[in-house]
């Protein structure tokens, strides 16, 4: 690829050498030889520049390493800063004087230290080393792309841009909380458990007296029996009964709505972390958790368990889920493509080569008979055909030797018609060939005698020459583009590249797809055309009802369901929710609902009136956001009253200390522990 001034030092050097071979070349030879050895000097760095070229590419290797706490880790933990270094090296045996390597960091995070690019002499065999910080403010990914190199030769003529695709999904796991603080306490009275409840007959952590064994050096001093040391003279253990673990099942919503907002500041971020403080709080507890994504189709069950494998799988779940963009739905042609041609030529250079992404001409002509008015095109060509028919007719009719009464009078005029025509084509300037006279008449004959059809081909020419301009050409170019590396991608056919060309719908499916998978974030409308709330579904209830039958049918005992949702959205279609919540508690399982809270709408306080300013009463977009805030906080507060009536218990995620509530809960399900 030529620079800027590669492209003018060629025009010089080509200029100085035609001047010397024609005008002053024959008093001054200086000039001609100063302008061949210019070009030759350009060729030659050229062609070394090619050569170079050709022997690096494929022989660059790429090692990335994500660092936490000074060691190399496959997940990250969102709070944490976390390193990322990147190892470029040169396996080719050409030495590039001036190259820059520069890292492509994940969409929408923002580095915290370091930098991302370096500008090196690449020497085969001896590596590059990028190093920089990035810090997570919730769960997600972190999605890297790969690795870009410029390079150019000292002269600063030829310039080449690779990019080594490496992609890599680093999940950003929920921060880790102190578990040790969230240890349950000893039971205060010794009273009996409830029905239901029932203990492991084996030592644990729990209150109960199990058994007595002599002292074994490393035992707890606390757990010495000070009264059965004193009667035996020998150091006693007290062994304690362990606890039968309760199960908790986590409900999350990962619904569309829930994924609205910035990266890693979403409302389903938000109660991620709350599911995983209550998962890592509980697995401390010895107590199995359990996992249930749900969202407007289908929902995602992963069983109760309480091991450290199982936790991580959780853990993981719920930073995959974290990472869901919301679906652009709906989206126009041109603002996708100028968000998605960008990044496709950041990230593809390869695939935009001409030799395998070209566009040929017929691509941008734009056919007047695919257009919604374009039968009528065919109306002054039947109207010239009506028009012939009289002549035809009447030549079968002179040949047949007599002519109908009815055609006897349209004959002359047609006739007469003709004759007017020939003259003057006749009087048109000729030529001093005869058979370019001969053309040229029969070709005016025909214009002049069907000017319909004439001006009809003309409009159609004005039409499909429309295409080659802008805004036509460019949108078509580069939807061909993107269509054929879609089809690359998804391994189709050219006729995917056509369907990608004229089916607005399906390429806007498409390209928006292409834009989630690399976690690019795309403006959303929140409102349809009739002013509807795009992501209000009521199958998300529908949805919830079935996964929450499901957990009961197969519960053990006492069980705690942590439903973390927004239903407020919901209003009238709560019912299946209500029903199955109502199902659980006639099981005697306890139910918790956490709902997130918006961080600009108020909490409602309904023994505190608010006074607002009659001036801001005149302004519309306030009387708005009063309207829209005061409508929330009624259907949170008529959701509230509805669950609450059925049994459950509902908390907001913006209350002090939800996971504390939850952990309460738990103890109460346990049914003989109480909490400090």
């Known amino acids: ?80 800063a976390c390193t990322v270094r990147v190892t470029v090296t040169n396996r080719g045996k050409a030495m590039w004087p001036l190259a820059i390597v520069m890292d492509r960091t994940p969409e929408a995070r923002k580095i915290h230290g370091g930098y991302t690019e370096q500008t090196i002499e690449f020497i085969p065999n001896v590596p590059v080393v990028i190093e920089y910080e990035l810090k997570s403010s919730g769960p997600g990914i972190y999605r890297f792309e790969g690795v870009e190199i410029r390079v150019a030769d000292l002269a600063g003529f030829f310039y080449k841009r690779i990019f080594l695709r490496r992609p890599v999904d680093i999940l950003i796991l929920p921060p880790l909380t102190d578990s040790e603080g969230k240890q349950r306490a000893d039971k205060r009275f010794n009273t009996l458990p409830p029905p239901g409840i029932h203990r492991l007959r084996r030592p644990g952590s729990g209150s109960e007296l199990l058994d007595l064994r002599d002292y074994i050096a490393g035992d707890p001093p606390k757990m010495i029996a000070w009264k059965a040391s004193a009667k035996k003279d020998k150091l006693i253990t007290k062994e304690l009964e362990s606890d039968i673990p309760v199960r908790c099942t986590l409900f999350l919503d990962t619904s569309q709505a829930m994924r609205l907002g910035p990266v890693s500041e979403t409302p389903l971020c938000r109660l991620s972390e709350v599911a995983s403080s209550i998962a890592q709080a509980a697995a401390a507890n010895r107590d199995l958790v359990g996992l249930t994504l749900f969202d407007e189709a289908k929902f995602d069950v992963l069983p109760a368990a309480r091991n450290t494998v199982h936790t991580i799988r959780l853990l993981s779940k719920l930073a995959d889920a974290s990472a869901q963009r919301p679906d652009p739905g709906g989206q126009e042609v041109k603002p996708i493509v100028r968000i998605a041609y960008p990044l496709a030529q950041e990230l593809y250079p390869d695939l935009f080569d001409r030799g395998l992404n070209s566009q040929p001409w017929g691509l941008f002509w734009k056919p007047l008979l695919d257009t919604r008015w374009g039968w009528l095109a065919w109306i002054p060509v039947l109207f010239c055909l009506i028009m012939s028919l009289p002549g035809i007719l009447g030549i079968q009719f002179w040949m047949m030797g007599s002519i109908p009464k009815p055609l006897a009078g349209i004959m002359p005029n047609y006739f007469d018609y003709m004759r007017v025509c020939s003259r003057i084509v006749l009087q048109l300037p000729g030529t001093g060939y005869r058979l370019v006279n001969v053309v040229l008449f029969l070709i005016g004959t025909l214009l002049i005698m069907y000017w319909p059809i004439t001006l009809t081909v003309i409009v159609w020419f004005i039409h499909g020459i429309r295409g080659f301009f802008s805004p036509h050409a460019p949108i078509r170019r580069k939807r061909k583009q993107l269509g054929a590396i879609f089809t690359v991608l998804d391994g189709g056919t050219p006729a995917t590249v056509e369907r990608d060309i004229h089916d607005d719908e399906f390429f806007a499916a498409r390209a928006g797809k292409f834009l989630a998978d690399h976690h690019v974030e795309v403006p959303v409308a929140l409102y349809d055309g009739n002013g509807r709330y795009r992501f209000r579904s009521e199958s998300k209830a529908v949805v919830l009802q079935n996964a929450i039958l499901g957990s009961v049918s197969r519960a053990r005992d006492n069980e705690l369901f942590v439903i973390l949702a927004d239903l407020t959205e919901l209003g009238d279609d709560m019912a299946a929710v209500l029903k199955a919540v109502r199902v659980a508690r006639s099981r005697h399982h306890h139910v918790m609902v956490i709902v997130p809270w918006p961080s600009d709408v108020p909490a409602p306080d309904p023994g505190e009136a608010k006074d607002i300013d009659p001036m801001e009463l005149l302004q519309v977009s306030k009387l708005v956001q009063i309207a829209l805030v005061r409508g929330y906080q009624k259907r949170y507060e008529k959701l509230q009253k509805e669950l609450v009536r059925v049994g459950a218990t509902v908390l907001r995620v913006t209350d002090r200390d939800p996971i504390r509530a939850i952990l309460d809960r738990l103890d109460r399900v346990r049914g003989a522990r109480s909490r400090r």
């Open 1 to 80: 690829m030529l620079t800027a001034r590669g492209l003018w030092c060629l025009i010089v050097a080509g200029a100085v050498t035609l001047i010397g071979l024609t005008t002053i070349g024959v008093e001054h030879p200086i000039v001609a030889i100063l302008g061949i050895t210019l070009l030759v000097w350009y060729l030659v760095e050229g062609l070394l520049f090619t050569l170079r070229f050709r022997s690096t590419l494929g022989k660059i290797d790429v090692v990335r390493e994500i660092l936490q706490n000074g060691r190399v880790v496959s997940n990250a933990w969102s709070g944490i």
